[in-house]
């Protein structure tokens, strides 16, 4: 197998269906079916399988299947992944999978609760801490989230895998935040992992998709026909542009986190500088020894805190090269005054998402703005 990087660019060079260089753009909803009579196999029993063919895209379409080889084979190698039209979808698809009756789920991404509140009205999923995992038995999900939204701080995957399997549960680990390169959280034990396509992979934040990534080949059937009925296949053209994104996957993300990296070593060696900025969190800045073990590069994702609410909400328009906004993983920074989207977090806290811009103009940007509001 060659490296990531070719891999990226070449790897799915034996699924082109034209030979245009790049896979022109597909917006089909339908397919015509094969013309050999004998060749018909019947849609509608084709139980749980997969059929090989497209025929209609809220079952399958040329690139969202490509998406999916494409990640099968270079990033997730020996997994299954299903892409689905947004990471929330892919959340919402791994507890309808799952089903469990007891969910733990810690702080974190504020649209994963909103869901698991959803199951709670419809089926009386009982919701618990990290913390508190005593009523955690078979059949539940341990939901862990690292790094963690909105702080970019990492969790010990290691710890809840065995907490989990001991009670015959089940570890779903959220790696939105630190995709492959960066953690590989098979490696300590996650039975499914997750991720928002829509910031890393996507990386140009101009498309919304999902990930779920599984052991077996059964489980992505079945979470294929489940997406089939809950209309969440990812869309023609998000899938087309996230094809285009991967080429740079591994370039850009990279980047991104060393550029995170050196901005917060800065940030944190050179707080006592700048009197309004109080706190710095991120996974960099951790001493547990699990860390260094399960992260090979750190998340572009961090968080700062600073004096108070109104310079909070001060500091983003003081930054030439961070755009004011939501959302993460983009290869433009974006900073954000996070109360505007989280009412949970810290009213006091910004966080702050790394592009590939080059690092010493993002660390004058924030020297020269955590100046002036001095
Ligand atoms: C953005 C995000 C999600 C939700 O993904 P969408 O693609 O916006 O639906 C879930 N988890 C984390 C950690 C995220 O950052």
Redesign the pocket.
């Known amino acids: 197998m060659a490296g990531i990087s070719t891999e990226l660019i070449h790897g799915d060079d034996s699924i082109a269906r034209v030979e245009d260089v790049v896979q022109p753009i597909n917006v089909a909803t339908t397919f015509r079916y094969p013309e050999d009579p004998e060749d018909l196999k019947v849609v509608t029993e084709r139980g749980n399988k997969i059929i090989g063919f497209n025929y209609y895209s809220r079952l399958t379409h040329p690139h969202s299947e490509k998406v999916e080889k494409v990640l099968e084979e270079l990033i997730f190698r020996d997994k299954h992944v299903v892409a689905y039209n947004?990471?929330?979808?892919a959340?919402f698809a791994m507890l309808t999978y799952l089903n469990p009756k007891r969910l733990a789920i810690g702080n974190?991404?504020h649209?994963?609760h909103g869901i698991a509140n959803i199951f709670t009205r419809l089926t009386h999923l009982e919701q618990v801490d990290l913390e508190h995992l005593d009523s955690i038995s078979k059949g539940d999900v341990i939901h862990l989230?690292t790094p963690v939204?909105p702080e970019g701080v990492a969790f010990d995957i290691k710890k809840f895998a065995d907490e989990a399997h001991k009670r015959g549960a089940y570890l779903v680990v959220?790696a939105?935040?630190a995709p492959p390169p960066l953690q590989d959280p098979f490696a300590y034990g996650a039975d499914i992992v997750m991720h928002?396509a829509?910031?890393y992979f996507g990386g140009h934040s101009d498309l919304?998709?999902?990930l779920l990534v599984v052991k077996s080949l059964e489980i992505k059937e079945l979470l294929v026909t489940d997406r089939l009925l809950l209309g969440t296949n990812i869309a023609n053209l998000e899938s087309f542009l996230l094809v285009r994104s991967l080429r740079t996957f591994e370039l850009r993300i990279l980047k991104q986190s060393s550029n995170a990296e050196t901005l917060v070593k800065y940030l944190h060696d050179n707080i006592s500088k700048y009197a309004l900025l109080t706190d710095v969190y991120h996974s960099s800045l951790q001493t547990e020894p699990f860390v260094k073990q399960q992260l090979a590069h750190h998340s572009p994702t961090f968080s700062i805190e600073v004096a108070d609410i109104d310079k909070a909400r001060h500091l983003p328009s003081k930054l030439k090269y961070f755009h004011h906004a939501t959302?993460?993983g983009g290869v433009e920074s974006l900073i954000e005054w996070r109360l505007m989207s989280d009412a949970a977090v810290s009213p006091t806290l910004l966080r702050v998402s790394v592009g590939v811009e080059n690092v010493e103009d993002l660390i004058l940007d924030f020297d020269q703005a955590l100046k002036s509001l001095e």
Not at 86 to 89: A, E, M, Q, R
């Open positions: 947004s990471g929330l979808s959340f974190g991404y649209g994963c989230e939204n959220d939105t935040f928002s829509t910031k919304l998709a999902g959302s993460l």
